[in-house]
């Protein structure tokens, strides 16, 4: 999923109604005991046995229904007791093992016939998960568990009542006619989002530029070249045809972005803007059908929209305590993104000597990224040679050593259990506890893999036994540009922040220690799902961190005080104007999937109305974004997540890390009182005994961040007046 900066990434929710998330088992020596530490014996993909051969995958998936079909009839039988909850999340974790390991393969691996058999076996799976999500006996187990008082444990409460939840989620408790309706919409519903998706791939749009002279010579190389025939009267009459060189622009999301941030000619900007905001046009169609079947589900459900049903069990409750954040942080942010607005028109004004000359959507990237560089000198090649690769790994060692004492250590992966040559296998080490958990990474780009930055599961932490800790595998997958293995592997800044953000997930996996994998790690409500990664992002800013690795990779010397300075004076720049661009993206996902007007509006208008209300940016005629906005797919009203996430992890960095951010202290406070418990704990009870009370607002039953933190970061409350941050902006950019 894609996060504020842009990124895919994390927590890889499978299906709208997964009940089962992850797993293992009771029985010795079998199929699923992953080698967490191998001793050099030959193994299969991720250390399972099975999964030595691509064909490996049938068998997985046989044995995992086996398994789980023993599991579904033991638990039928059972008394109400907490062996109940023992045994469905003891089939979550296996069921969701072949979830979990298709779902990586298919992202990642190299070799074509992994993948298919790969995709084959989540096929396969996932018809099994719905025949485990409709099963009576099992929900009428849960039940037994919820009501029956036999749960010892605030965590098998917890969970018994989750998986009811997640149950009634899949529509169980409801007549057979409905519970008939919500199957076929949940299945029509897949089928939009792949369609949706599958659009934005084979319809990106294009643009043809002629002359070649309007595309900067440095971008050139990513366009293809195309010719037309120019006839002058003069060749015509002779019958010759001159051919003129042009260059076709792809408007995909990457290839637009650069378009917009590279080339200075204003109208193939303005062509590529609009291209690029209007495609895919199919979208349109598709994205209402899905708002009409998830309205309709959501009503099904007891809800009056979808926003309403699929909010609910979050923090925030309601679309309504949603909204009014949204609403809120919006006036907020307004006055300053106002400003910064100004300034960028001032100098498009100055620059061009037009005093009237109005700013365009398609200006802002090239006029922002001249403005930050004309303030900052920033070079992205000098900033880069702080970061090579292997450096950054070793300072986040350290930073995890020194937080929670505990060390990544490299260890050698078995024959078999890799899916490419660029893998590293990591165990995450402590003195007295010993291992905590694994990490696979695997961070360059290639042909073929998961073009983002993502954290997958692989096995959720569970306890087995009184003396027995199932231990938590992720694996990392970035896409960094640079080559591997060579000297030349340097990060340029936002790719560290990424690593930083992704290891931020990693250690809330790897930290948990839940009983159940149901709750492991970052298997919390989503608008708790993107704070560790949120507040590991101050890390990769904070300069008592970098000046720990960040060392040139020729000279050694470490990165300058005064660089690092500057790099967080250009990201503050238009800080306002980016967080005001996701609250409107949060307002789209929120009103599109909200309460239905009769007959439905289009949706175009209601963005162009969203944009004009609350960006300090015109709505260009025509163009309609969100027909390639996917997070609307998995994130339907999920959206505003990552704004809470933003102010609950600005207010824990500055209340538990900004004084000392590489303290044992801070590591244990944020070990012991927040990531070792997954989502094991009510999340609002969890957020109050990391900070304290303060960091919440209750309002209308639901739950929302304190801004103050985010305010005070920003400078959004108590800046400086408007004449001066606009003249101190202009003094810096011309
Ligand atoms: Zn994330």
């Not at 923090?315 to 607005?341: G, H, M, N, T, Y």
């Not at 036994?465 to 970035?478: D, K, M």
């Amino acid at each position: 999923m894609q996060t504020l900066n842009g990124r895919n990434e994390s927590i890889v929710f499978f299906s709208k109604h997964l009940l089962f998330r992850n797993f293992s088992t009771f029985q010795k020596n079998n199929f699923f005991t992953s080698i967490a530490r191998n001793n050099g014996e030959e193994t299969g993909l991720y250390g399972f046995e099975l999964l030595k051969s691509p064909k490996g995958f049938q068998r997985f998936v046989d044995e995992a229904i086996k398994r789980s079909s023993e599991l579904v009839s033991y638990v039928s039988n059972l008394p109400s007791s907490m062996e109940i909850i023992r045994a469905m999340d003891e089939i979550s974790d296996t069921v969701c093992s072949v979830v979990d390991s298709a779902e990586l393969c298919r992202n990642t691996h190299p070799d074509r016939e992994f993948v298919e058999e790969a995709t084959k076996a989540s096929m396969r799976i996932n018809e099994y998960l719905h025949f485990l999500n409709t099963n009576h006996s099992l929900y009428n187990a849960v039940l037994k568990a919820e009501h029956n008082g036999a749960m010892q444990t605030d965590e098998s409460q917890k969970a018994a009542h989750s998986l009811r939840v997640d149950f009634e989620k899949g529509g169980i408790h409801l007549s057979a006619d409905k519970l008939h309706r919500v199957n076929e919409l949940n299945i029509d519903i897949a089928h939009l989002c792949r369609e949706f998706s599958e659009n934005m791939i084979t319809d990106p749009g294009f643009v043809d530029i002629f002359p070649e002279s309007g595309i900067p010579k440095h971008i050139q190389h990513l366009l293809k070249p195309i010719y037309r025939s120019c006839t002058s009267k003069e060749s015509h009459s002779r019958r010759k045809h001159n051919k003129e060189r042009g260059f076709r622009i792809t408007t995909d999301s990457k290839m637009l972005s650069s378009v917009l941030q590279w080339v200075s000619d204003d109208e193939v900007r303005k062509q590529s803007y609009i291209q690029g905001n209007s495609s895919p046009r199919a979208n349109i169609d598709i994205l209402d059908k899905l708002i009409a079947a998830r309205h309709e589900l959501g009503q099904i459900m007891g809800h009056k929209s979808f926003a309403d049903f699929s909010i609910h069990p979050n923090l925030a409750s309601s679309p309504e305590v949603v909204k009014s954040f949204l609403l809120e942080l919006s006036k907020i942010v307004r006055p300053k993104a106002d400003q910064e607005f100004n300034a960028i028109r001032d100098f498009k004004r100055k620059k061009y000597n037009q005093p009237y000359e109005g700013l365009e959507p398609w200006d802002e990237t090239y006029l922002t990224g001249m403005m930050k560089s004309s303030a900052y000198d920033l070079e992205s090649s000098v900033i880069s040679s702080y970061f090579p690769l292997s450096q950054c790994l070793e300072g986040l060692n350290a930073m995890v050593q020194s937080l929670f004492g505990a060390t990544f250590c490299s260890i050698p992966l078995a024959p078999g259990e890799s899916w490419h040559e660029d893998v590293l296998k990591m165990a995450l080490h402590h003195p007295e506890e010993g291992d905590l958990g694994y990490l696979y990474l695997d961070l360059h780009s290639r042909k073929g893999k998961y073009p983002g930055c993502a954290h997958f599961a692989i096995k959720g932490g569970r306890r087995i036994s009184a003396t027995e800790y199932q231990l938590p595998i992720v694996a990392l997958v970035c896409n960094f540009s640079a080559p591997p293995g060579s000297s030349t592997a340097r990060l340029n800044h936002c790719e560290l922040e990424t690593l930083f953000h992704e290891f931020g997930h990693a250690l809330h996996s790897l930290l948990s220690r839940t009983d159940y994998q149901h709750f492991s790690g970052t298997r919390v409500v989503i608008d708790l799902a993107e704070i560790p990664s949120n507040l590991f992002e101050y890390y990769a800013w904070d300069y008592r961190v970098l000046k720990t690795f960040a060392k040139h990779y020729l000279t050694g010397e470490v990165i300058p005080e005064k660089l690092v300075e500057s790099m967080k004076g250009a990201k503050k720049m238009f800080a306002a104007t980016e967080l005001q661009r996701q609250i409107f993206y949060a307002l789209i996902d929120l009103t599109l999937f909200g309460e239905q007007s009769s007959p439905p509006k289009d949706t175009t208008s209601i963005v162009a109305n969203l944009k004009t209300q609350f960006t300090s940016w015109n709505h260009v005629e025509g163009t309609h974004w969100h027909s390639r906005f996917n997070h609307l797919l998995n994130y339907g009203s999920g959206y505003y997540s990552y704004l809470y996430a933003k102010c609950f992890a600005s207010t824990i960095w500055q209340e538990i890390c900004e004084e000392d951010p590489l303290s044992r202290a801070a590591g244990s406070t944020l070990r012991t009182k927040f990531l070792q418990h997954g989502g094991a704990k009510d999340p609002s009870t969890l957020l109050k005994d990391l900070v304290g009370d303060h960091i919440l607002r209750y309002q209308n039953g639901g739950i929302m961040p304190n801004l103050t933190g985010l305010c005070k970061e920003m400078e959004l409350m108590n800046g400086p007046s408007k004449s001066e941050v606009t003249s101190s902006l202009l003094q810096r950019a011309c």
